[in-house]
């Protein structure tokens, strides 16, 4: 063992089981073993004063004595402030991988331990949506990479790449022969990216790192489009509905559209409606679990006359064709009956809601009254304790829904709609 300024030279010059010393920085050395590598190293002691050896790197591509000795100064400076870069380094071998932490998210979201913004649990359809983008897309482009080691660029870069389609194919699901379809895009990307923001926050939580690498991602705009049914649009609905009836498709399914379409509900909520959440006598629901909370909906005539027609069982309202769960084939149903109007590719059940509320809208009702029917955000603390739908309530989802069956075809002409001033 000697102590002089590292070079070239003396690297060159070492045999094999002789370190040498660095005269400008004590700590810093290069050693060689038995094989022909030489490897630059640093001897120092922790704040607790136990003695630790740090291999910076083999000599040679990317190190060399200058670059070498330059890093040993920056680690002798965080020696100094308290770290310990052989400890960091031998935690980083061993922290788990981006796949292992999504495993631990998914496992603690589904037994309930995670808790949303309204402090409840994540519902079963969110949590599907979530393990659909782990699957295909985070664990395919991240899923390798170790927890620390993840940085803002491979966020940037996952986003772009979820963007540009580099996820998208065929793949199989749970379902007997189930394939989902992945296509990615823009809103596919900025939508996961928020839950790999989520699911990093649960890593700094678990303390696998010391920050969230999302932060400071810039998204794509979401692009939801605020897309409503044209007048035209509303009679192909009523056409479709009625070739359906003729075809014999599932009358349950049938008159489940023709629901959403006089109420403004979402798909998820009328497919799970139960008959003991329903007050026929006072037109009233009482949603005990939706995305906003609890909520009390009014029922106009129209939709109780679609309750009306369907027997009651004490279970779902709109029964599947098989099975006790709620209907799975909805969508594929809707897909069908659209086409028999029919109804341009991007009229989905959803576009039923924000027609329903642009309509009520273009009646004249005030944004609460439109909340309160559609149980959008932004009720009062009061509606906590409401237990049925008040008398304007019931008038105003009378006024829509009527309306809505006119556009449809689904009364005769002549009904007259009075505008509130």
């Known amino acids: ?107 603690d979201a589904e037994a309930g331990r995670l808790l949303t913004r309204r402090k409840t649990s994540k519902k079963a359809s969110t949590l599907l949506t979530d393990k659909g983008r782990i699957q295909r897309h985070i664990i395919p482009l991240l899923g390798r990479l170790s927890v620390p080691a993840v940085s803002r660029d491979d966020i940037d870069a996952f986003m772009h790449a979820v963007a540009d389609g580099k996820t998208a194919g065929r793949t199989k699901t749970a379902k007997k022969r189930g394939l989902a379809h992945v296509r990615g895009g823009r809103g596919t990307a900025s939508r996961t990216v928020g839950l790999l923001g989520a699911i990093f926050t649960y890593a700094v939580r678990k303390r696998m790192r010391a920050d969230n690498p999302v932060h400071g991602v810039i998204r794509f705009a979401d692009g939801m489009k605020e897309r409503r049914l044209s007048d035209a649009e509303y009679e192909a609905l009523g056409k479709a509905i009625r070739e359906a009836e003729a075809a014999e498709y599932w009358p349950y399914a049938i008159e489940a559209i023709r629901f959403l379409a006089l109420t403004g509900w979402r798909s998820g909520e009328a497919l799970g409606l139960q008959w003991a959440q329903i007050d026929l006598a006072r037109r009233t629901v009482t949603l005990t679990d939706t995305k906003t909370g609890k909520s009390v909906r009014p029922l106009s005539n129209g939709a109780c006359d679609i309750l009306r027609r369907l027997p009651t069982n004490g279970g779902l309202v709109f029964r599947a064709s098989r099975g006790e769960g709620p209907m799975s084939g909805f969508r594929k149903i809707w897909d069908r009956m659209a086409k028999l109007g029919p109804l341009p590719g991007d009229v989905t059940p959803h576009v039923l809601r924000h027609s329903f509320a642009s309509l009520a809208s273009d009646l004249g009702y005030s944004e609460p009254t439109i909340a309160a029917m559609v149980g959008h955000k932004g009720r009062t603390i009061t509606s906590r304790y409401v237990h049925s739908a008040d008398a304007v309530l019931l008038a105003a989802a009378d006024a829509v829904a009527d309306r809505t069956a006119l556009l449809m075809g689904e009364v005769k002409s002549g009904v007259v709609v009075k505008l509130r001033k």
């Open 1 to 107: 063992m000697s102590s002089k300024r590292i070079g070239l030279k003396e690297v060159r010059a070492l045999g094999p089981g002789e370190t040498i010393w660095d005269a400008a920085v004590p700590s810093f050395g290069a050693r060689r073993q038995k094989g022909p590598a030489v490897a630059y190293v640093l001897k120092f002691r922790t704040a607790e004063g136990r003695q630790r050896w740090h291999t910076i790197g083999r000599h040679g591509a990317p190190w060399t004595p200058e670059m070498a000795r330059e890093e040993a100064r920056r680690l002798l400076g965080e020696v100094v402030r308290g770290t310990d870069p052989s400890a960091d380094r031998s935690a980083k071998r061993t922290a788990p991988t981006v796949a292992e932490l999504c495993d631990l998210y998914y496992g």
